[in-house]
């Protein structure tokens, strides 16, 4: 799986902005892709992720009510919508796709392949 992240960039606190993670290969589509997201100097940190079969979906609890994943089947992309932005969401980040079943949705770990990361900065 091949995957190209897009999306960042500079906005207020309290802004929105939305990540766009389009996915290729011939292992697509993936059980489940996802959004994790990392500052200078600490790890990688789950974001949000999807099931894309079925579409359940998985929050960090520091996003739960302002942050949405979507896919669109038909352009194997998957979305973050960003909304009530906060400078602690200033971060890269990243999109991953696993094909296996095992292991939870919030380890990096059980993500076999990701995409470039984009930089949203959120000022206050």
């Known amino acids: 799986v091949q995957l190209q992240a897009s999306g960042g960039g500079l906005v207020q606190a309290g802004g929105s902005l939305r990540l766009s993670c389009v996915a290729s290969?011939?292992?697509?589509?993936?059980?489940?892709m996802a959004w994790f997201r990392q500052i200078p100097g600490k790890e990688r940190e789950f974001v949000a992720a999807l099931r894309w079969n079925i579409g359940n979906t998985y929050y960090a609890d520091s996003v739960k009510g302002r942050f949405t994943i979507s896919r669109d089947n038909a352009k194997n992309t998957v979305y973050l919508q960003m909304n009530s932005l906060k400078p602690e969401d200033t971060a890269v980040y990243s999109c991953g796709a696993r094909i296996h079943s095992s292991g939870t949705p919030y380890d990096t770990g059980n993500y076999g392949h990701w995409g470039q990361g984009t930089q949203v900065t959120v000022s206050s």
């Open positions: 290969g011939r292992t697509f589509p993936s059980y489940m």
